[in-house]
């Protein structure tokens, strides 16, 4: 009987962790998405990145989408800058110029020089989740710290796109330059 009951508690246990680790990449990924739609609320085009007034403001995802679902339910009904904000999915480098936010996932790892290459003076904020992706010419890069979402920003990037950032998003922000 004793053991019996030490075996139901430790699988009850078990149970909890794997329940609790797939609830953290969820939230990861939950955190994420909010950050992106925070991007595009506190990064300014310039305006010839849209073809008329009020046009939707593009989040693309290239390569295997990470967030699933998440992404979409985050941004349902809202808007940025008088944006109304859609996302689309992208498998090759030619389709992401008419994007406005681009979240090159880590599946996208071996096109990824030639990507940041091709949208180098772009008006087209990139996002990642790779080691030194801001040192190699990205924009932003999610980190994680202490468990924690955090990002880094290569304003030399930045710069080189024509996109302003807001002063509140670069001080929340580790700054990092690139090569």
Known sequence: MFKLTHFIIA??????????????RATEYEVKAAFLYNFARFVTWP????????PPLIIGVFGNDPF???LEQTIQD?????HPLIIQRFKKIEDTHNCHILFIAPSAQKELTSLLKHLQTSPILTVGEQNDFCQNGGMINFILVNRRVRFEISPQAIERSALIMSSRLLKLAQIVKDK
């Not at 699988?11 to 953290?24: D, H, I, M, N, Y």
């Open 11 to 24: 699988l009850c246990l078990w149970g909890s962790f794997v329940t609790e680790s797939s609830a953290q």
């Open 47 to 54: 305006d010839s990145s849209f073809q008329s007034p009020n």
């Open 78 to 82: 809202k808007t940025a800058q008088n």
């Open 68 to 70: 699933g679902s998440t």
